[in-house]
């Protein structure tokens, strides 16, 4: 036990300021891990705010993490000393049910817990994340970083590029495909790359022109601005998938219509109620809303071979620690080129 520096909000209404803490002392299946990077998602902001209700302070947030495994308990026979590795948002899990067994440890149906904000056996009772110099993890939540990735760009992966191939590899997206990224901004971007890899067509839809020189760069075919209605109405069922991470409500069915018949909007960014549903979009066209989250540890890790084969890293701006809450203040204005 060792009193490790951090970054903590106190409070809802608190910045994010230095903080010590304590990690358990690892157990026979734990790896301590150092922490090189560790990228900024919206969720750590959400958290920070108790947007859903469900923060414990001191929140040290911080899911998208990479760095070199410093301590192996005795049961950890697959990881060495040195190694590099990352941790996404899932902490632990029953690893009994029948999601766990399937490899989907997000659906775990007695509850997934997260790398931090959960009750786990750490010290302080709570789970703190990555915003801080190292922390513990069950090694089945450990993943084994691919030689040739950039560790810096590795770091977002493990949130915002899960986060986009899952539902991707779940709807069988490939080449013939027509697919719609809804929002370009860490997943956003994330999921352009992903998409455009998977050989899709690939339509950045966003609200900031401003942006459409950079989609096309990630490897957009083209570009659709969401508030110019003339043009969403000439793209009026041209998709097989849309996936949507807008951060916050806003109105689903001004999408919906862009979607072929049996095409499905897939929503990982906003999580909670929204505006009120028009079903004509689904009824006329036999349409689906679906949500997804993260992605299970099995398919974490064929992610990051997958962005290790197709050279895929996160397009990252790097700041030091003392800087994260004007990242935040940055994040609400829309301004992250394209993860922090
Ligand atoms: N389901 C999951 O497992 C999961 C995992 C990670 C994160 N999330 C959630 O996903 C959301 C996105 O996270 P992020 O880190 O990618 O956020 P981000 O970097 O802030 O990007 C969000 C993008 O959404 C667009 N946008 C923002 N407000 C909008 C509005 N009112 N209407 C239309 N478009 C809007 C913007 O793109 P344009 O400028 O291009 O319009 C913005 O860049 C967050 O809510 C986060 O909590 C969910
Ligand atoms: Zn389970
Ligand atoms: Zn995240």
């Known amino acids: 036990m060792s009193h490790i520096s951090c970054y903590a909000a106190l409070s809802a209404k608190s910045l994010l300021s230095p903080y010590k803490i304590d990690r358990r002392k690892i157990g026979a299946n734990d790896v301590e891990i150092a922490i090189d990077f560790c990228g900024v998602c919206h969720t ?15 929140v040290v ?18 990881l060495k000393i040195g190694q590099r590795v990352a941790a996404g948002y899932i902490g632990n899990s029953c690893q009994t049910c029948s999601s766990c067994r399937a490899g989907f440890e997000q659906y775990c149906l007695k509850g997934f817990s ?43 992966l493990l949130c915002a590029g899960i986060t986009t191939y899952s539902p991707l590899k779940n709807w069988g997206i490939k080449p013939g495909m027509t697919v719609g990224i809804i929002g370009l901004g ?16 690939t339509v950045m ?11 096309i760069k990630l490897g957009a075919d083209e570009v659709l601005i969401s508030t110019d209605s ?13 996936l949507n991470t807008i951060p916050g409500p806003h109105d689903y069915n001004h999408y919906m219509g862009l979607l072929k018949v049996d095409g499905t909007m897939c929503i990982v960014g906003s999580i909670g109620p929204t505006a009120e549903l028009n079903t004509e979009h689904l009824v006329y066209g036999r349409r689906r809303i679906a949500g997804s989250l993260v992605g299970g540890i099995k398919e974490t890790q064929e992610m990051l071979y997958f962005c290790a084969k197709h050279q895929i890293i996160a397009e990252i701006e790097i700041i030091k620690m003392d800087e994260i809450n004007q990242a935040y203040e940055r994040m609400l204005k829309n301004d992250v080129k394209y993860r922090f």
């Open 205 to 215: 839809i966003t609200t900031s022109i401003n942006k459409a020189v950079d989609a």
């Open 61 to 78: 947030p911080g899911h998208e993490i990479v760095g070199k495994v410093t301590s192996l308990g005795k049961e950890v026979k697959n």
């Open 230 to 242: 003339g043009l969403m109405k000439a793209m009026a069922n041209q998709f097989d998938f849309l």
């Open 44 to 58: 750590d902001l959400h958290y920070i705010k108790n947007d859903w209700g469900i923060t414990h302070y001191p």
């Open 186 to 201: 860490g997943l956003g971007h994330m999921g352009v790359k992903l998409s455009h890899a998977m050989g899709a067509k």
């Open 114 to 156: 997260t790398i931090f904000n959960s009750p786990t056996k750490d010290l302080g009772g709570f789970a703190y994340g990555g915003y801080s110099k190292s922390i513990v993890v069950d090694d089945h939540y450990v993943l084994t970083v691919p030689n040739g990735l950039d560790p810096a760009g590795t770091a977002p």
